[in-house]
């Protein structure tokens, strides 16, 4: 049973391409987070989604980024126009639906992708 | 909004040391409290959790108690080993949006030299 999947592992790119991060959630698992961790930070919440909808996204910066969990296929995180700033470790977590009702309140965390924009 | 606020680290010890490291929150609500450790490279794994006061979370030798008066989640283990060697999560997950937000410390590095 696969754990969170996340690719590519590290991504180089130059300023003002454009950065696409994947996430495969566990088996399962309907809800996907995505986190950003910055050097020598802790993970800060950017983005929460289900299968097709984006239910809070009260972390992601407004201009550049944007996120999806279309129906079939993994979850991607798109950057636009990288620049140096957004140089982090992006890290998604899944869990199965139903939420605190569940009793499952545990978050499963990929590996991450490292973006590093030179 | 709810934080969680850890101690800064490097934490520096020698093998088979006593370990804590602290850790208190704020919440409007009633969270769930959590450990995760980082080893080089990797993500996150859930070393332990609580999910109510005075539940005391425990796994691989490491414990912690949710403590509502005083709203901290230390993190101890009695005898640290080389392998333990990494940084450590303090975290709390309101769910009273019906989905899991996690708020995360800025974390702890720990080293243990032999």
């Known amino acids: 049973n696969a754990g969170v999947m996340q690719n590519p592992r590290h991504l180089v790119r130059r300023r003002g391409q454009e950065a696409r991060l994947r996430c495969s959630p566990m088996k399962g698992h309907s809800h996907v987070y995505w986190y950003r961790q910055l050097p020598e930070e802790g993970l800060k919440f950017m983005v929460y989604?289900?299968?097709?909808?984006?239910?809070?996204e009260s972390g992601m910066p407004k201009e550049r980024f944007s996120a999806e969990f279309p129906k079939e296929g993994p979850s991607i995180l798109r950057i636009q126009q990288v620049v140096r700033g957004d140089s982090a470790a992006y890290f998604c977590?899944?869990?199965?639906?139903?939420?605190?009702?569940?009793?499952?309140?545990?978050?499963?965390f990929g590996a991450g992708s490292r973006l590093t924009v030179l | 909004g709810d934080s969680v606020t850890q101690m800064e680290g490097p934490v520096t010890l020698s093998e088979e040391a006593f370990l804590t490291i602290n850790c208190t929150y704020t919440a409007t609500g009633y969270p769930s409290l959590f450990w995760y450790v980082q080893y080089p490279g990797e993500g996150l794994q859930l070393l332990l959790k609580a999910t109510k006061a005075d539940d005391k979370g425990s796994n691989k030798g490491f414990e912690a108690t949710y403590r509502k008066e005083t709203t901290s989640f230390h993190l101890e283990k009695g005898s640290v080993q080389v392998s333990d060697s990494a940084v450590y999560f303090c975290?709390?997950?309101?769910?009273?949006?019906?989905?899991?937000?996690?708020?995360f410390g800025t974390g702890t590095k720990l080293q243990v030299i032999p």
């Open positions: 975290a709390l997950s309101d769910d009273s949006g019906g989905y899991q937000k996690v708020t």
């Open positions: 977590a899944s869990s199965p639906p139903g939420g605190q009702y569940s009793g499952a309140n545990v978050l499963t």
């Open positions: 989604l289900q299968k097709e909808n984006i239910i809070d």
